[in-house]
């Protein structure tokens, strides 16, 4: 073994480049079952971002399904997700550039199903029986106004049958047949709440016409959320709930169908009560944390301290764990014998899985990436928990430098580099992260945050952040990087926040309310509150409403919380990137912060790629944004690259 060499810490030369980073890769979603087929959705840059349907028989074949130039991508509520669905073979799917419904038969081209239209479909579920999609549909035939959400089912053999089933809620989603084909049920909810503040689960019986009778509310409410209802084989409806304060699961029997009630039994009933979530934030439809492979077995994936986990659960004895490498588990499906699921961990990158149950033998059926790195330069994170304000404490994954060729000189404490995802309500990853290894590999620390009003940590932990965006994140963020540099994993003189959207608003807050960090990174950041809550799409047009207060009765909370009003307290280096096209973050505030820096002769650089919007998609961008933030600090915090990388301009920082 060749003895490491000793070199200052980003200073380490790594094999983990840019171009690597933006070679060939593959998103891969949406797993179905279909007989003994298993289906999923491949996103592809190589063919533009087209999305795909690929089937894998068998005889472990694997076919692409939706030839070009079929893009498998729906826009209700903008992100999408739900895009298709399966039975006998025959797949109905979202086309992108039409937004229309088209039907796939085994071996023939793809057919229109539904009408030309300003209609977007998402979330379907088939009805064998009477011949019928029920669906999710979009209505943007209304001009200024936002689009209408409803369920409607369409006629299977005549696409012009479209009939409204269910209406007058602002927002729908998971329709779920029953076996037997009498029963829908379904998810709703209202402005101002999004999906993991509280929503409701109604069901109703299917007459014979195929319209629905008398619906039910069965659980939910403005303050409880409701996720992934589900019908057992034998027809027993199953939910996640987070009405314990964690997502957990539960089942319902209405009393008609119940023999043998005890006195005083509830209709719904706990399955496995544990401080664990079993739910997920639904940013998009069609997720699935749990799945039927029998009348009394459920296979299912929760997540504690940030790390998802594979289990069994007979609904009668309780949960058996499922040992797997993978640290990161979602989109789970199972059939009799066998469950899919797309997985990754911190040495794995993203691949869909099927494991055989009673063997437990798991078969990688598609990678995400080819690319094999030696573990020897792979930092494997670690889950933290640290103080922060008010006696509480927050979440993270603590990334430590690696790279098997270098050690540091004695003494020397790394450069930091926290990271404040994006969401905010959502959660940071453990699985492999190129974006991440590309740091540590070179010799610096890295803190991707969990902060308060991320998911993944119960109810109340998410709910730190109503009323207190830009300043629970922003303390997180702040404590975390103070706790490493305390326990000595960082220097406390080097270190930077980095983050995009808004991530990039908790970044830009840090730099311009706190002190503790030396540098910046902002991508498309967020800095004016105001034109956000103006300018967004139905699904997020409220979502301020709990993050930050009502809109305009409290724009005085989104002036005050807006760094683009307090430019002059600015006091740290700071690096912008910015899509010249970006209608979320238009490129004039970014330009505004770089003049403040510039003018209080701070050192500041910006970056504005010609024809991108919110989020970089082009190869050579996100190349240039990955080395050009690297080179940036790199000057700040006076350390020498080990390879050269494409400089940026720097105003107020002379050429050393």
């Known amino acids: 073994m060749t003895q490491a060499q000793v070199a200052p810490y980003g200073s380490w030369k790594s094999p983990i480049t840019s171009d690597l980073i933006v070679s060939e890769t593959i998103g891969v979603g949406q797993i179905a079952f279909d007989g003994e087929d298993i289906y999923w959705i491949e996103g592809r840059p190589a063919e533009a971002g087209r999305t795909v349907i690929v089937r894998r028989t068998p005889e472990e074949k694997t076919i692409d399904v939706t030839p070009p130039p079929f893009n498998v991508r729906t826009r209700v509520n903008e992100y999408g997700g739900g895009a298709f669905c399966v039975a006998d073979g025959t797949i109905y799917f979202s086309n992108f550039a039409d937004q229309r419904l088209y039907r796939q038969t085994p071996g023939a081209e793809p057919q229109p199903l539904t009408p030309e239209g300003s209609f977007c479909y998402a979330d379907g579920v088939i009805d064998r029986k009477q011949r019928r999609l029920y669906v999710v549909r979009e209505d943007h035939t209304t001009g200024d106004r936002e689009p209408i959400n409803t369920l409607v089912s369409i006629n299977l053999e005549d696409g012009d049958d479209i009939r409204v089933l269910v209406s007058g809620n602002d927002f729908y989603s998971s329709p779920r047949l029953s076996p037997d084909g009498s029963q829908l049920a379904w998810l709703t909810w209202n402005h101002p709440n999004l999906p993991w503040d509280g929503t409701e689960l109604w069901v109703a019986q299917i007459k014979a016409d195929g319209s629905l009778g008398e619906s039910q509310r069965v659980a939910g409410g403005v303050d409880e959320s409701i996720f992934q209802p589900e019908w057992s084989p034998d027809g027993i409806l199953h939910f996640v709930s987070d009405r314990s304060g ?147 404490t927050a979440h993270a994954f603590f990334y430590p430098p690696q790279n098997r060729d270098y050690t540091a000189p004695d003494g020397e404490l790394p450069p930091l580099v926290v990271k404040s995802h994006g969401g905010p309500t959502a959660a940071t990853s453990s699985q492999l992260n190129l974006r991440i290894q590309y740091w540590t590999s070179r010799g610096f620390a890295y803190l991707d945050v969990n902060y308060g009003g991320s998911t993944g940590y119960g ?198």
């Open 246 to 392: 964690w997502w957990n699961l539960y089942r319902w029997q209405s009393r008609s169908s119940l023999t043998s009630l005890k006195k005083g039994e509830k209709e719904v009933k706990p399955l496995c009560e544990m401080e664990a979530e079993f739910g997920l934030p639904q940013w998009v439809f069609g997720m699935s944390t749990y799945a039927f492979e029998s009348e009394e077995r459920i296979i299912c994936t929760y997540t504690q301290r940030g790390i998802w986990h594979l289990a069994s659960l007979d609904t009668e004895t309780g949960l058996e764990q499922i040992e797997t490498d993978y640290t990161e588990i979602s989109s789970l499906k199972a059939s009799a014998g066998r469950v899919g699921f797309i997985a990754g961990s911190p040495t794995k990158f993203s691949s869909i899985i099927q494991m055989d149950l009673a063997t437990r033998q798991i078969e990688v059926l598609q990678r995400s990436s080819k690319l094999e790195i030696d573990a020897g330069y792979l930092s494997v994170p670690q889950p933290i928990e640290f103080p922060t304000e008010n006696g509480l």
């Open 459 to 656: 109810r109340a932990y998410h709910q730190r952040l109503d009323g207190l965006w830009g300043i629970v994140d922003v303390d997180d963020c702040v404590n975390g990087a103070r706790y490493l540099a305390q326990q000595g994993l960082a220097d406390g003189n080097r270190m930077a926040i980095a983050g995009g959207s808004a991530g990039g608003y908790t970044t830009l807050c840090a730099l311009t309310f706190r002190d503790i960090f030396k540098a910046g990174a902002s991508y498309y950041g967020v800095s004016d509150l105001e034109a956000l809550v103006r300018d967004t799409h139905k699904f997020e047009s409220r979502y301020l409403d709990r993050l930050i207060g009502p809109y305009p009765e409290r724009q005085d909370i989104y002036q005050e919380r807006s760094p683009i009003y307090f430019t002059e307290n600015l006091s740290c280096p700071v690096i912008f990137f910015q899509g010249l096209e970006d209608k979320v973050v238009p490129p004039n505030q970014a330009e505004m912060m770089v003049e403040a820096l510039r003018a209080k002769g701070l050192p500041v650089a910006y970056v504005p790629f010609e024809g991108e919007q919110h989020g970089f998609r082009r190869s050579e961008n996100i190349k240039r944004a990955i080395d050009g933030e690297f080179y940036f600090y790199s000057r700040v915090f006076q350390f020498e690259l080990a390879d050269p990388v494409e400089p940026v301009a720097i105003a107020n920082l002379p050429e050393s």
